[in-house]
């Protein structure tokens, strides 16, 4: 199972992005999900999770500026951006943590790169 982020880019302070990652499985997604990010020379760190049931939790650096959703499908996983800063540039990656192929495991998506310009 993959996998797939997109939706990064390059965009000016105070604009939007939407990320999107999307399993190659239907339905992969419909365990916990989370996007991370990790910046040049810094350390990889959550930005947003949403558990099973829906419930979403949001690091304190990007409450009120991101959401974070799911298809009904449960196949992908949205990350909404908006307010979009400076500090924001970095490499987004989404992960899940699921049971479907055998074991609980953790999966990442490849990272697509959010560029903010000031």
């Known amino acids: 199972v993959q996998l797939q982020a997109s939706g990064g880019g390059l965009v000016q302070t105070g604009g939007s992005l939407t990320l999107s990652c999307t399993a190659s499985e239907s339905g992969f997604l419909q365990y916990a999900a989370a996007w991370y990010r990790q910046a040049p020379g810094k350390e990889r760190e959550m930005v947003a999770s949403?558990?099973?049931?829906?419930?979403?939790a949001y690091a304190d650096f990007v409450k009120g500026r991101f959401t974070i959703s799911r298809d009904a499908t449960k196949t992908t996983v949205y990350l909404q951006m908006n307010s979009l800063q400076p500090d924001d540039t970095a490499v987004y990656y989404c992960?899940?943590?699921?049971?479907?192929?055998?074991?609980?495991?953790?999966?990442w998506g490849q990272g697509t790169l959010v560029t903010v310009s000031s």
């Open positions: 992960k899940t943590h699921s049971p479907l192929t055998g074991a609980w495991s953790d999966y």
């Open positions: 949403l558990a099973s049931f829906g419930k979403a």
